[in-house]
């Protein structure tokens, strides 16, 4: 359903990871190429980033498509980061429609976003969550838990719902974790820095697919890959 991308690197413009790109989360938000589910992300979109001198994530939210946010666009080449989380979204029937239903979700220095849907019900009962939105549900039990135990957390949550689709997206300002369980996933790694997504968002080559149910975490020194099963 959604679609998101993250950046661990040098400072680079929210418009370039954003906008620019031939195919990027804005296209994505009414072209995506490699969707399973769903088929346009119009409800709603959210960028959160982390900048010097700030001990938390600032965010940007809508409950509209990305397209219709042109203030963003205005201001988005002057908003340069080392460390973005960004999703544009689709939402599972039956959500609600609203902003603080839209990725990422925070806790202290985490952003996290969810692609994919749960079962409500099998979640432990959780505080804080910023929505009742499945997503936002799921990120508050994976900030409960802490972020080290994301693939036992997602491997929990995965039992207790065969069905569940479980494609998180986190960040802390210095790491990127993700993992995949039934969506897509790409990676491209390159000097200036590491981008993870559903899906690329340009014919770079030098994208490679994420395996399904395996855990990534992205720091500095490189990506590592673990499996999940
Ligand atoms: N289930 C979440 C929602 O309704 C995420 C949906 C998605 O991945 N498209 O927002």
């Known amino acids: 359903m959604c679609r998101h ?3 661990l690197g040098r400072p680079r413009s929210l418009a ?3 906008l620019e790109p031939p195919s990027s989360l804005l296209v994505q938000s009414w ?3 490699r969707q399973r589910y769903g088929t346009v992300n119009a409800d709603g979109w959210g960028v959160g980033f982390f900048a010097p001198g700030r001990s938390g994530p600032a965010r940007w939210r809508s409950a509209r498509p990305l397209w219709a946010d042109p203030s963003f ?3 988005a080449p002057v908003l340069d980061s080392g460390c973005v989380v960004a ?3 689709s939402a599972t029937v039956g959500m609600p429609l609203e902003e603080s239903a839209v990725a990422p979700f925070t806790d202290g220095r985490w952003l996290l976003s969810h692609n994919g849907r749960v079962d409500r019900s099998v979640l432990p009962p959780v505080r804080d969550a910023e929505s009742t939105v ?3 549900l799921l990120a508050a039990l994976v ?5 080290r135990a994301l693939g036992t957390t997602v491997r929990e949550v995965a039992a207790a719902d065969p069905d569940a689709r479980l494609n998180l997206l986190a960040a802390d300002g210095t790491r990127l974790l993700a993992t995949t369980w039934g969506d897509t996933l790409s990676a491209l790694v390159t000097a200036e820095g590491t981008a993870l997504a559903s ?5 770079d080559p030098a994208w490679t697919d994420v395996p399904d149910r395996h855990l990534v975490e992205v720091t500095p020194d490189g990506l590592t890959l673990t499996p999940l099963d």
């Open 73 to 75: 666009a205005s201001v």
């Open 87 to 89: 999703a544009v979204r």
């Open 31 to 33: 072209a995506p190429r």
């Open 143 to 147: 900030f409960s838990r802490g972020l």
């Open 134 to 136: 499945d997503s936002a």
């Open 5 to 7: 991308l993250a950046w």
């Open 16 to 18: 370039s990871l954003v």
């Open 199 to 203: 899906e690329p968002w340009d014919d």
